[in-house]
Structure formats: structure tokens, C-alpha cells
Nanobody
């Protein structure tokens, strides 16, 4: 089992920044690709960003490309999502997720690919 705990959400004005963190425990963190997803009220969950086990490969949804950056620190068992130039449409509950890959350099963009999920952290962007 892998436990994931997100933090760093909050209320921010449009144009502002937040950094989300997701702390993992339970298994060897570097064996897992990680992803961030979000779900706004009344909408389906959507992919935001993903990163492979080493951090060498990343992938972003078009809606956040150039504004968000995913990174990880395997020594700290933590994945981050730096969010800049936030827009009201970024308002959602943000979830991190983990997918076992071993040493394969894969990343994943579909929620059903992931094995473990955090409880989510709320991000609200005011206009």
C-alpha cells in the first residue's frame, strides 16, 4: 500500500501562485510514476500533469502547459505541482496519484491507470 497526502491548497487571486505537495509513504517512492489530477464541481476528474519515476519525463495537459510544473524529490518521497499564473478555471480539488512502474520510464495520463490516490486538496482561484 502507498499512502498519499496532499497539502498546499488554498485561496489565491487570479495571477497568483501556489505549490502543492504530495507526501508518499508505505512503499519505495522511486518505483512509482506520479500524477496530478483535478476535479471541479459538477465536472469530471481531469488529468493535469504526470512524471516518471526519476523525474526525467513529464507531461502536461494543454490547459496548464507553460503555467504548471510537476517535479519530485525521491529523497523526500514527495511530488510537487508548482502552479503559476492561476486562473479562476483552475479552481478544483487537486489529487495526486501513484502508479507502480519499477524502473520503467513511463508516465500516465488516465486516472484508471493509477493504483493509489490521495484525499485531495482544495484550490480556489478568485477573479
Amino acid at each position: 500500500q502507498v499512502q498519499l497526502v496532499e497539502s498546499g491548497g488554498g485561496l489565491v487571486q487570479a495571477g497568483g501562485s501556489l505549490r502543492l505537495s504530495c507526501a508518499a509513504s508505505g512503499r519505495t517512492f522511486s518505483n512509482y510514476a506520479m500524477g496530478w489530477f483535478r476535479q471541479a464541481p459538477g465536472k469530471e476528474r481531469e488529468f493535469v500533469a504526470s512524471i516518471n519515476w526519476s523525474g526525467g519525463r513529464t507531461y502536461y495537459a494543454d490547459s496548464v502547459k507553460g503555467r504548471f510544473t510537476i517535479s519530485r524529490d525521491n529523497a523526500k518521497n514527495t511530488v510537487y505541482l508548482q502552479m503559476n499564473s492561476l486562473k479562476p478555471e483552475d479552481t478544483a480539488v487537486y489529487y495526486c496519484a501513484a502508479k507502480f512502474t519499477g524502473s520503467r520510464s513511463y508516465y500516465y495520463t488516465e486516472g484508471y491507470d493509477y493504483d493509489y490516490w490521495g484525499q485531495g486538496t482544495q484550490v480556489t482561484v478568485s477573479s
